[in-house]
Structures are given as C-alpha cells and as structure tokens.
Nanobody, 115 residues
C-alpha cells in the first residue's frame, strides 16, 4: 500500500532554514509528480510546491517563491522541501501528497517558526 513518511520538521527562528523529507513506498515513485502541502492552525490546507516526475518542472505558491525549493531523488524514493528565510507565517504542519486517482497523505511534520 502507499505510504508517505515526512520528517525534518522542528522549531526554528525567523530567518532560519529547514529541510523536509518525504520517503515514499508502495507505488512506482518515478512515475508520479509529488507535492508538499501545509496547514496552519485554523486555516485550510494549501498547496506549497509541486515537482514533476523527473524533477524538470516545479511550481510554488506565491507565498514561498524564492524561499522554498522542492526537489526529488528517484533512486531514494524521496521528495525534499528546502525552506530558507523562514517566517512565523510559515508555521504549519507540512504534508507530502501523491495524487493517484485519489489523494494520499503522510501524517505530516510540524514546522514552528518562532523566537
């Protein structure tokens, strides 16, 4: 069965950096685009970044453009989200997503940006 496992979250000061990882299993990883979403307290889940199968094309939410970078290593079946210049408003649970007929989600990893 499909499994997505996120890691790398934590507490970081404003202006700091974190790298999130999402390790996938249960499907042919290199055949699918992958996405990162986030959900802040009291807000709806929002799409943060998308990467195509070979990593040739990426897209970002306007709020993270120029600060976040999505990448993937198909050999390791892992998707990454490098987050730089973090702001308090980036505080959220970050989820890895696969769209394969239906949406598959990991359990998420919490990112807290605070002094």
């Amino acid at each position: 069965q499909v499994q997505l496992v996120e890691s790398g979250g934590g507490l970081v000061q404003p202006g700091g950096s974190l790298r999130l990882s999402c390790t996938a299993s249960g499907f042919t990883f290199y055949n699918y685009a992958m996405r990162w979403y986030r959900q802040a307290p009291g807000k709806e889940r929002e799409l943060v970044a998308t990467i195509t199968t070979a990593g040739v094309s990426t897209n970002y939410a306007d709020s993270v453009k120029g600060r976040f970078t999505i990448s993937r290593d198909n050999a390791k079946r892992t998707t990454y989200l490098q987050m730089n210049s973090l702001k308090p408003e980036d505080t959220a649970v970050y989820y890895c997503n696969l769209k394969r007929g239906v949406d598959y989600w990991g359990k998420g990893t919490l990112v807290t940006v605070s002094l």
